[in-house]
Nanobody, 121 residues
């Protein structure tokens, strides 16, 4: 069993910053890509940023130059540094990881429970 636990969400004024963390634990052989998604009320879940095991990153256009994704492979942790936050960044942010539990088993997607980020104007 694999668990992803996010932390770091909260309420912040526009222009402020927050740092999200997500720790993966459980029966883990290796983790491939890790990423952050978000879902605003009435909208579909969307990709925010993703980072591969080799630290290649990709961002949604809406967050480029404001958000930075990083990971600590030794701690099975992924971070999302969010700067210059805007009210439209308000959403529940979900952590995602492609985890292999055994060397002979392909990776499967796991999700965290989500953390609320609210940006006031």
């Amino acid at each position: 069993q694999v668990q992803l636990v996010e932390s770091g969400g909260g309420l912040v004024q526009a222009g402020g910053s927050l740092r999200l963390s997500c720790v993966a634990s459980g029966s883990i052989f290796s983790i491939n890509a890790m990423g952050w998604y978000r879902q605003a009320p009435g909208k579909q879940r969307e990709l925010v940023a993703v980072i591969t095991s080799g630290s290649t990153t990709n961002y949604a256009d809406s967050v480029k130059d404001r958000f930075t994704i990083s990971r600590d492979n030794a701690k099975n942790t992924v971070y999302l540094q969010m700067n210059s936050l805007k009210p439209e960044d308000t959403a529940v942010y979900y952590c995602n990881a492609d985890v292999r539990v055994r060397s002979w088993i392909r990776g499967y997607d796991y999700w965290g429970q989500g953390t609320q980020v609210t940006v006031s104007s």
